[in-house]
Nanobody, 114 residues
Framework: QGQLVESGGTLVQPGGSLRLSCVAS????????MVWYRQAPGKQRERVAG???????TYADFVEGRFTISRDSAKNTIYLQMNSLKPEDTGVYYC????????WGQGTQVTVSA
């Protein structure tokens, strides 16, 4: 069935950086389009970035070149490097496949505030 464990979120000041990690188990990320999602308070979960074999990563428009998604297949882990963080990036960040067919993890809270 698979499991996802996100980590790396914390409180950071505007303009700061964070690196999120998502460790997958029970399936191989090599065979999946892996996606970072986020959910802000009171809003629906939205796609942030996606990565898959043989294709360029994709990003939501609001990323504006500030984030980089990557993966380490040997560790079955995906990452999200976030730079130039803004208050509107605040939310819980999750990873999953593009089909969202793995049970959601607990997510990792990112708070951007002075």
């Amino acid at each position: 069935q698979g499991q996802l464990v996100e980590s790396g979120g914390t409180l950071v000041q505007p303009g700061g950086s964070l690196r999120l990690s998502c460790v997958a188990s029970g399936f191989s990320i090599r065979t999946e389009i892996m996606v970072w999602y986020r959910q802000a308070p009171g809003k629906q979960r939205e796609r942030v970035a996606g990565i898959s074999s043989g294709r360029d990563p994709t990003y939501a428009d609001f990323v504006e070149g500030r984030f980089t998604i990557s993966r380490d297949s040997a560790k079955n882990t995906i990452y999200l490097q976030m730079n130039s963080l803004k208050p509107e990036d605040t939310g819980v960040y999750y990873c999953n496949t593009a089909r969202r067919d793995v049970p959601w993890g607990q997510g990792t809270q990112v708070t951007v505030s002075a």
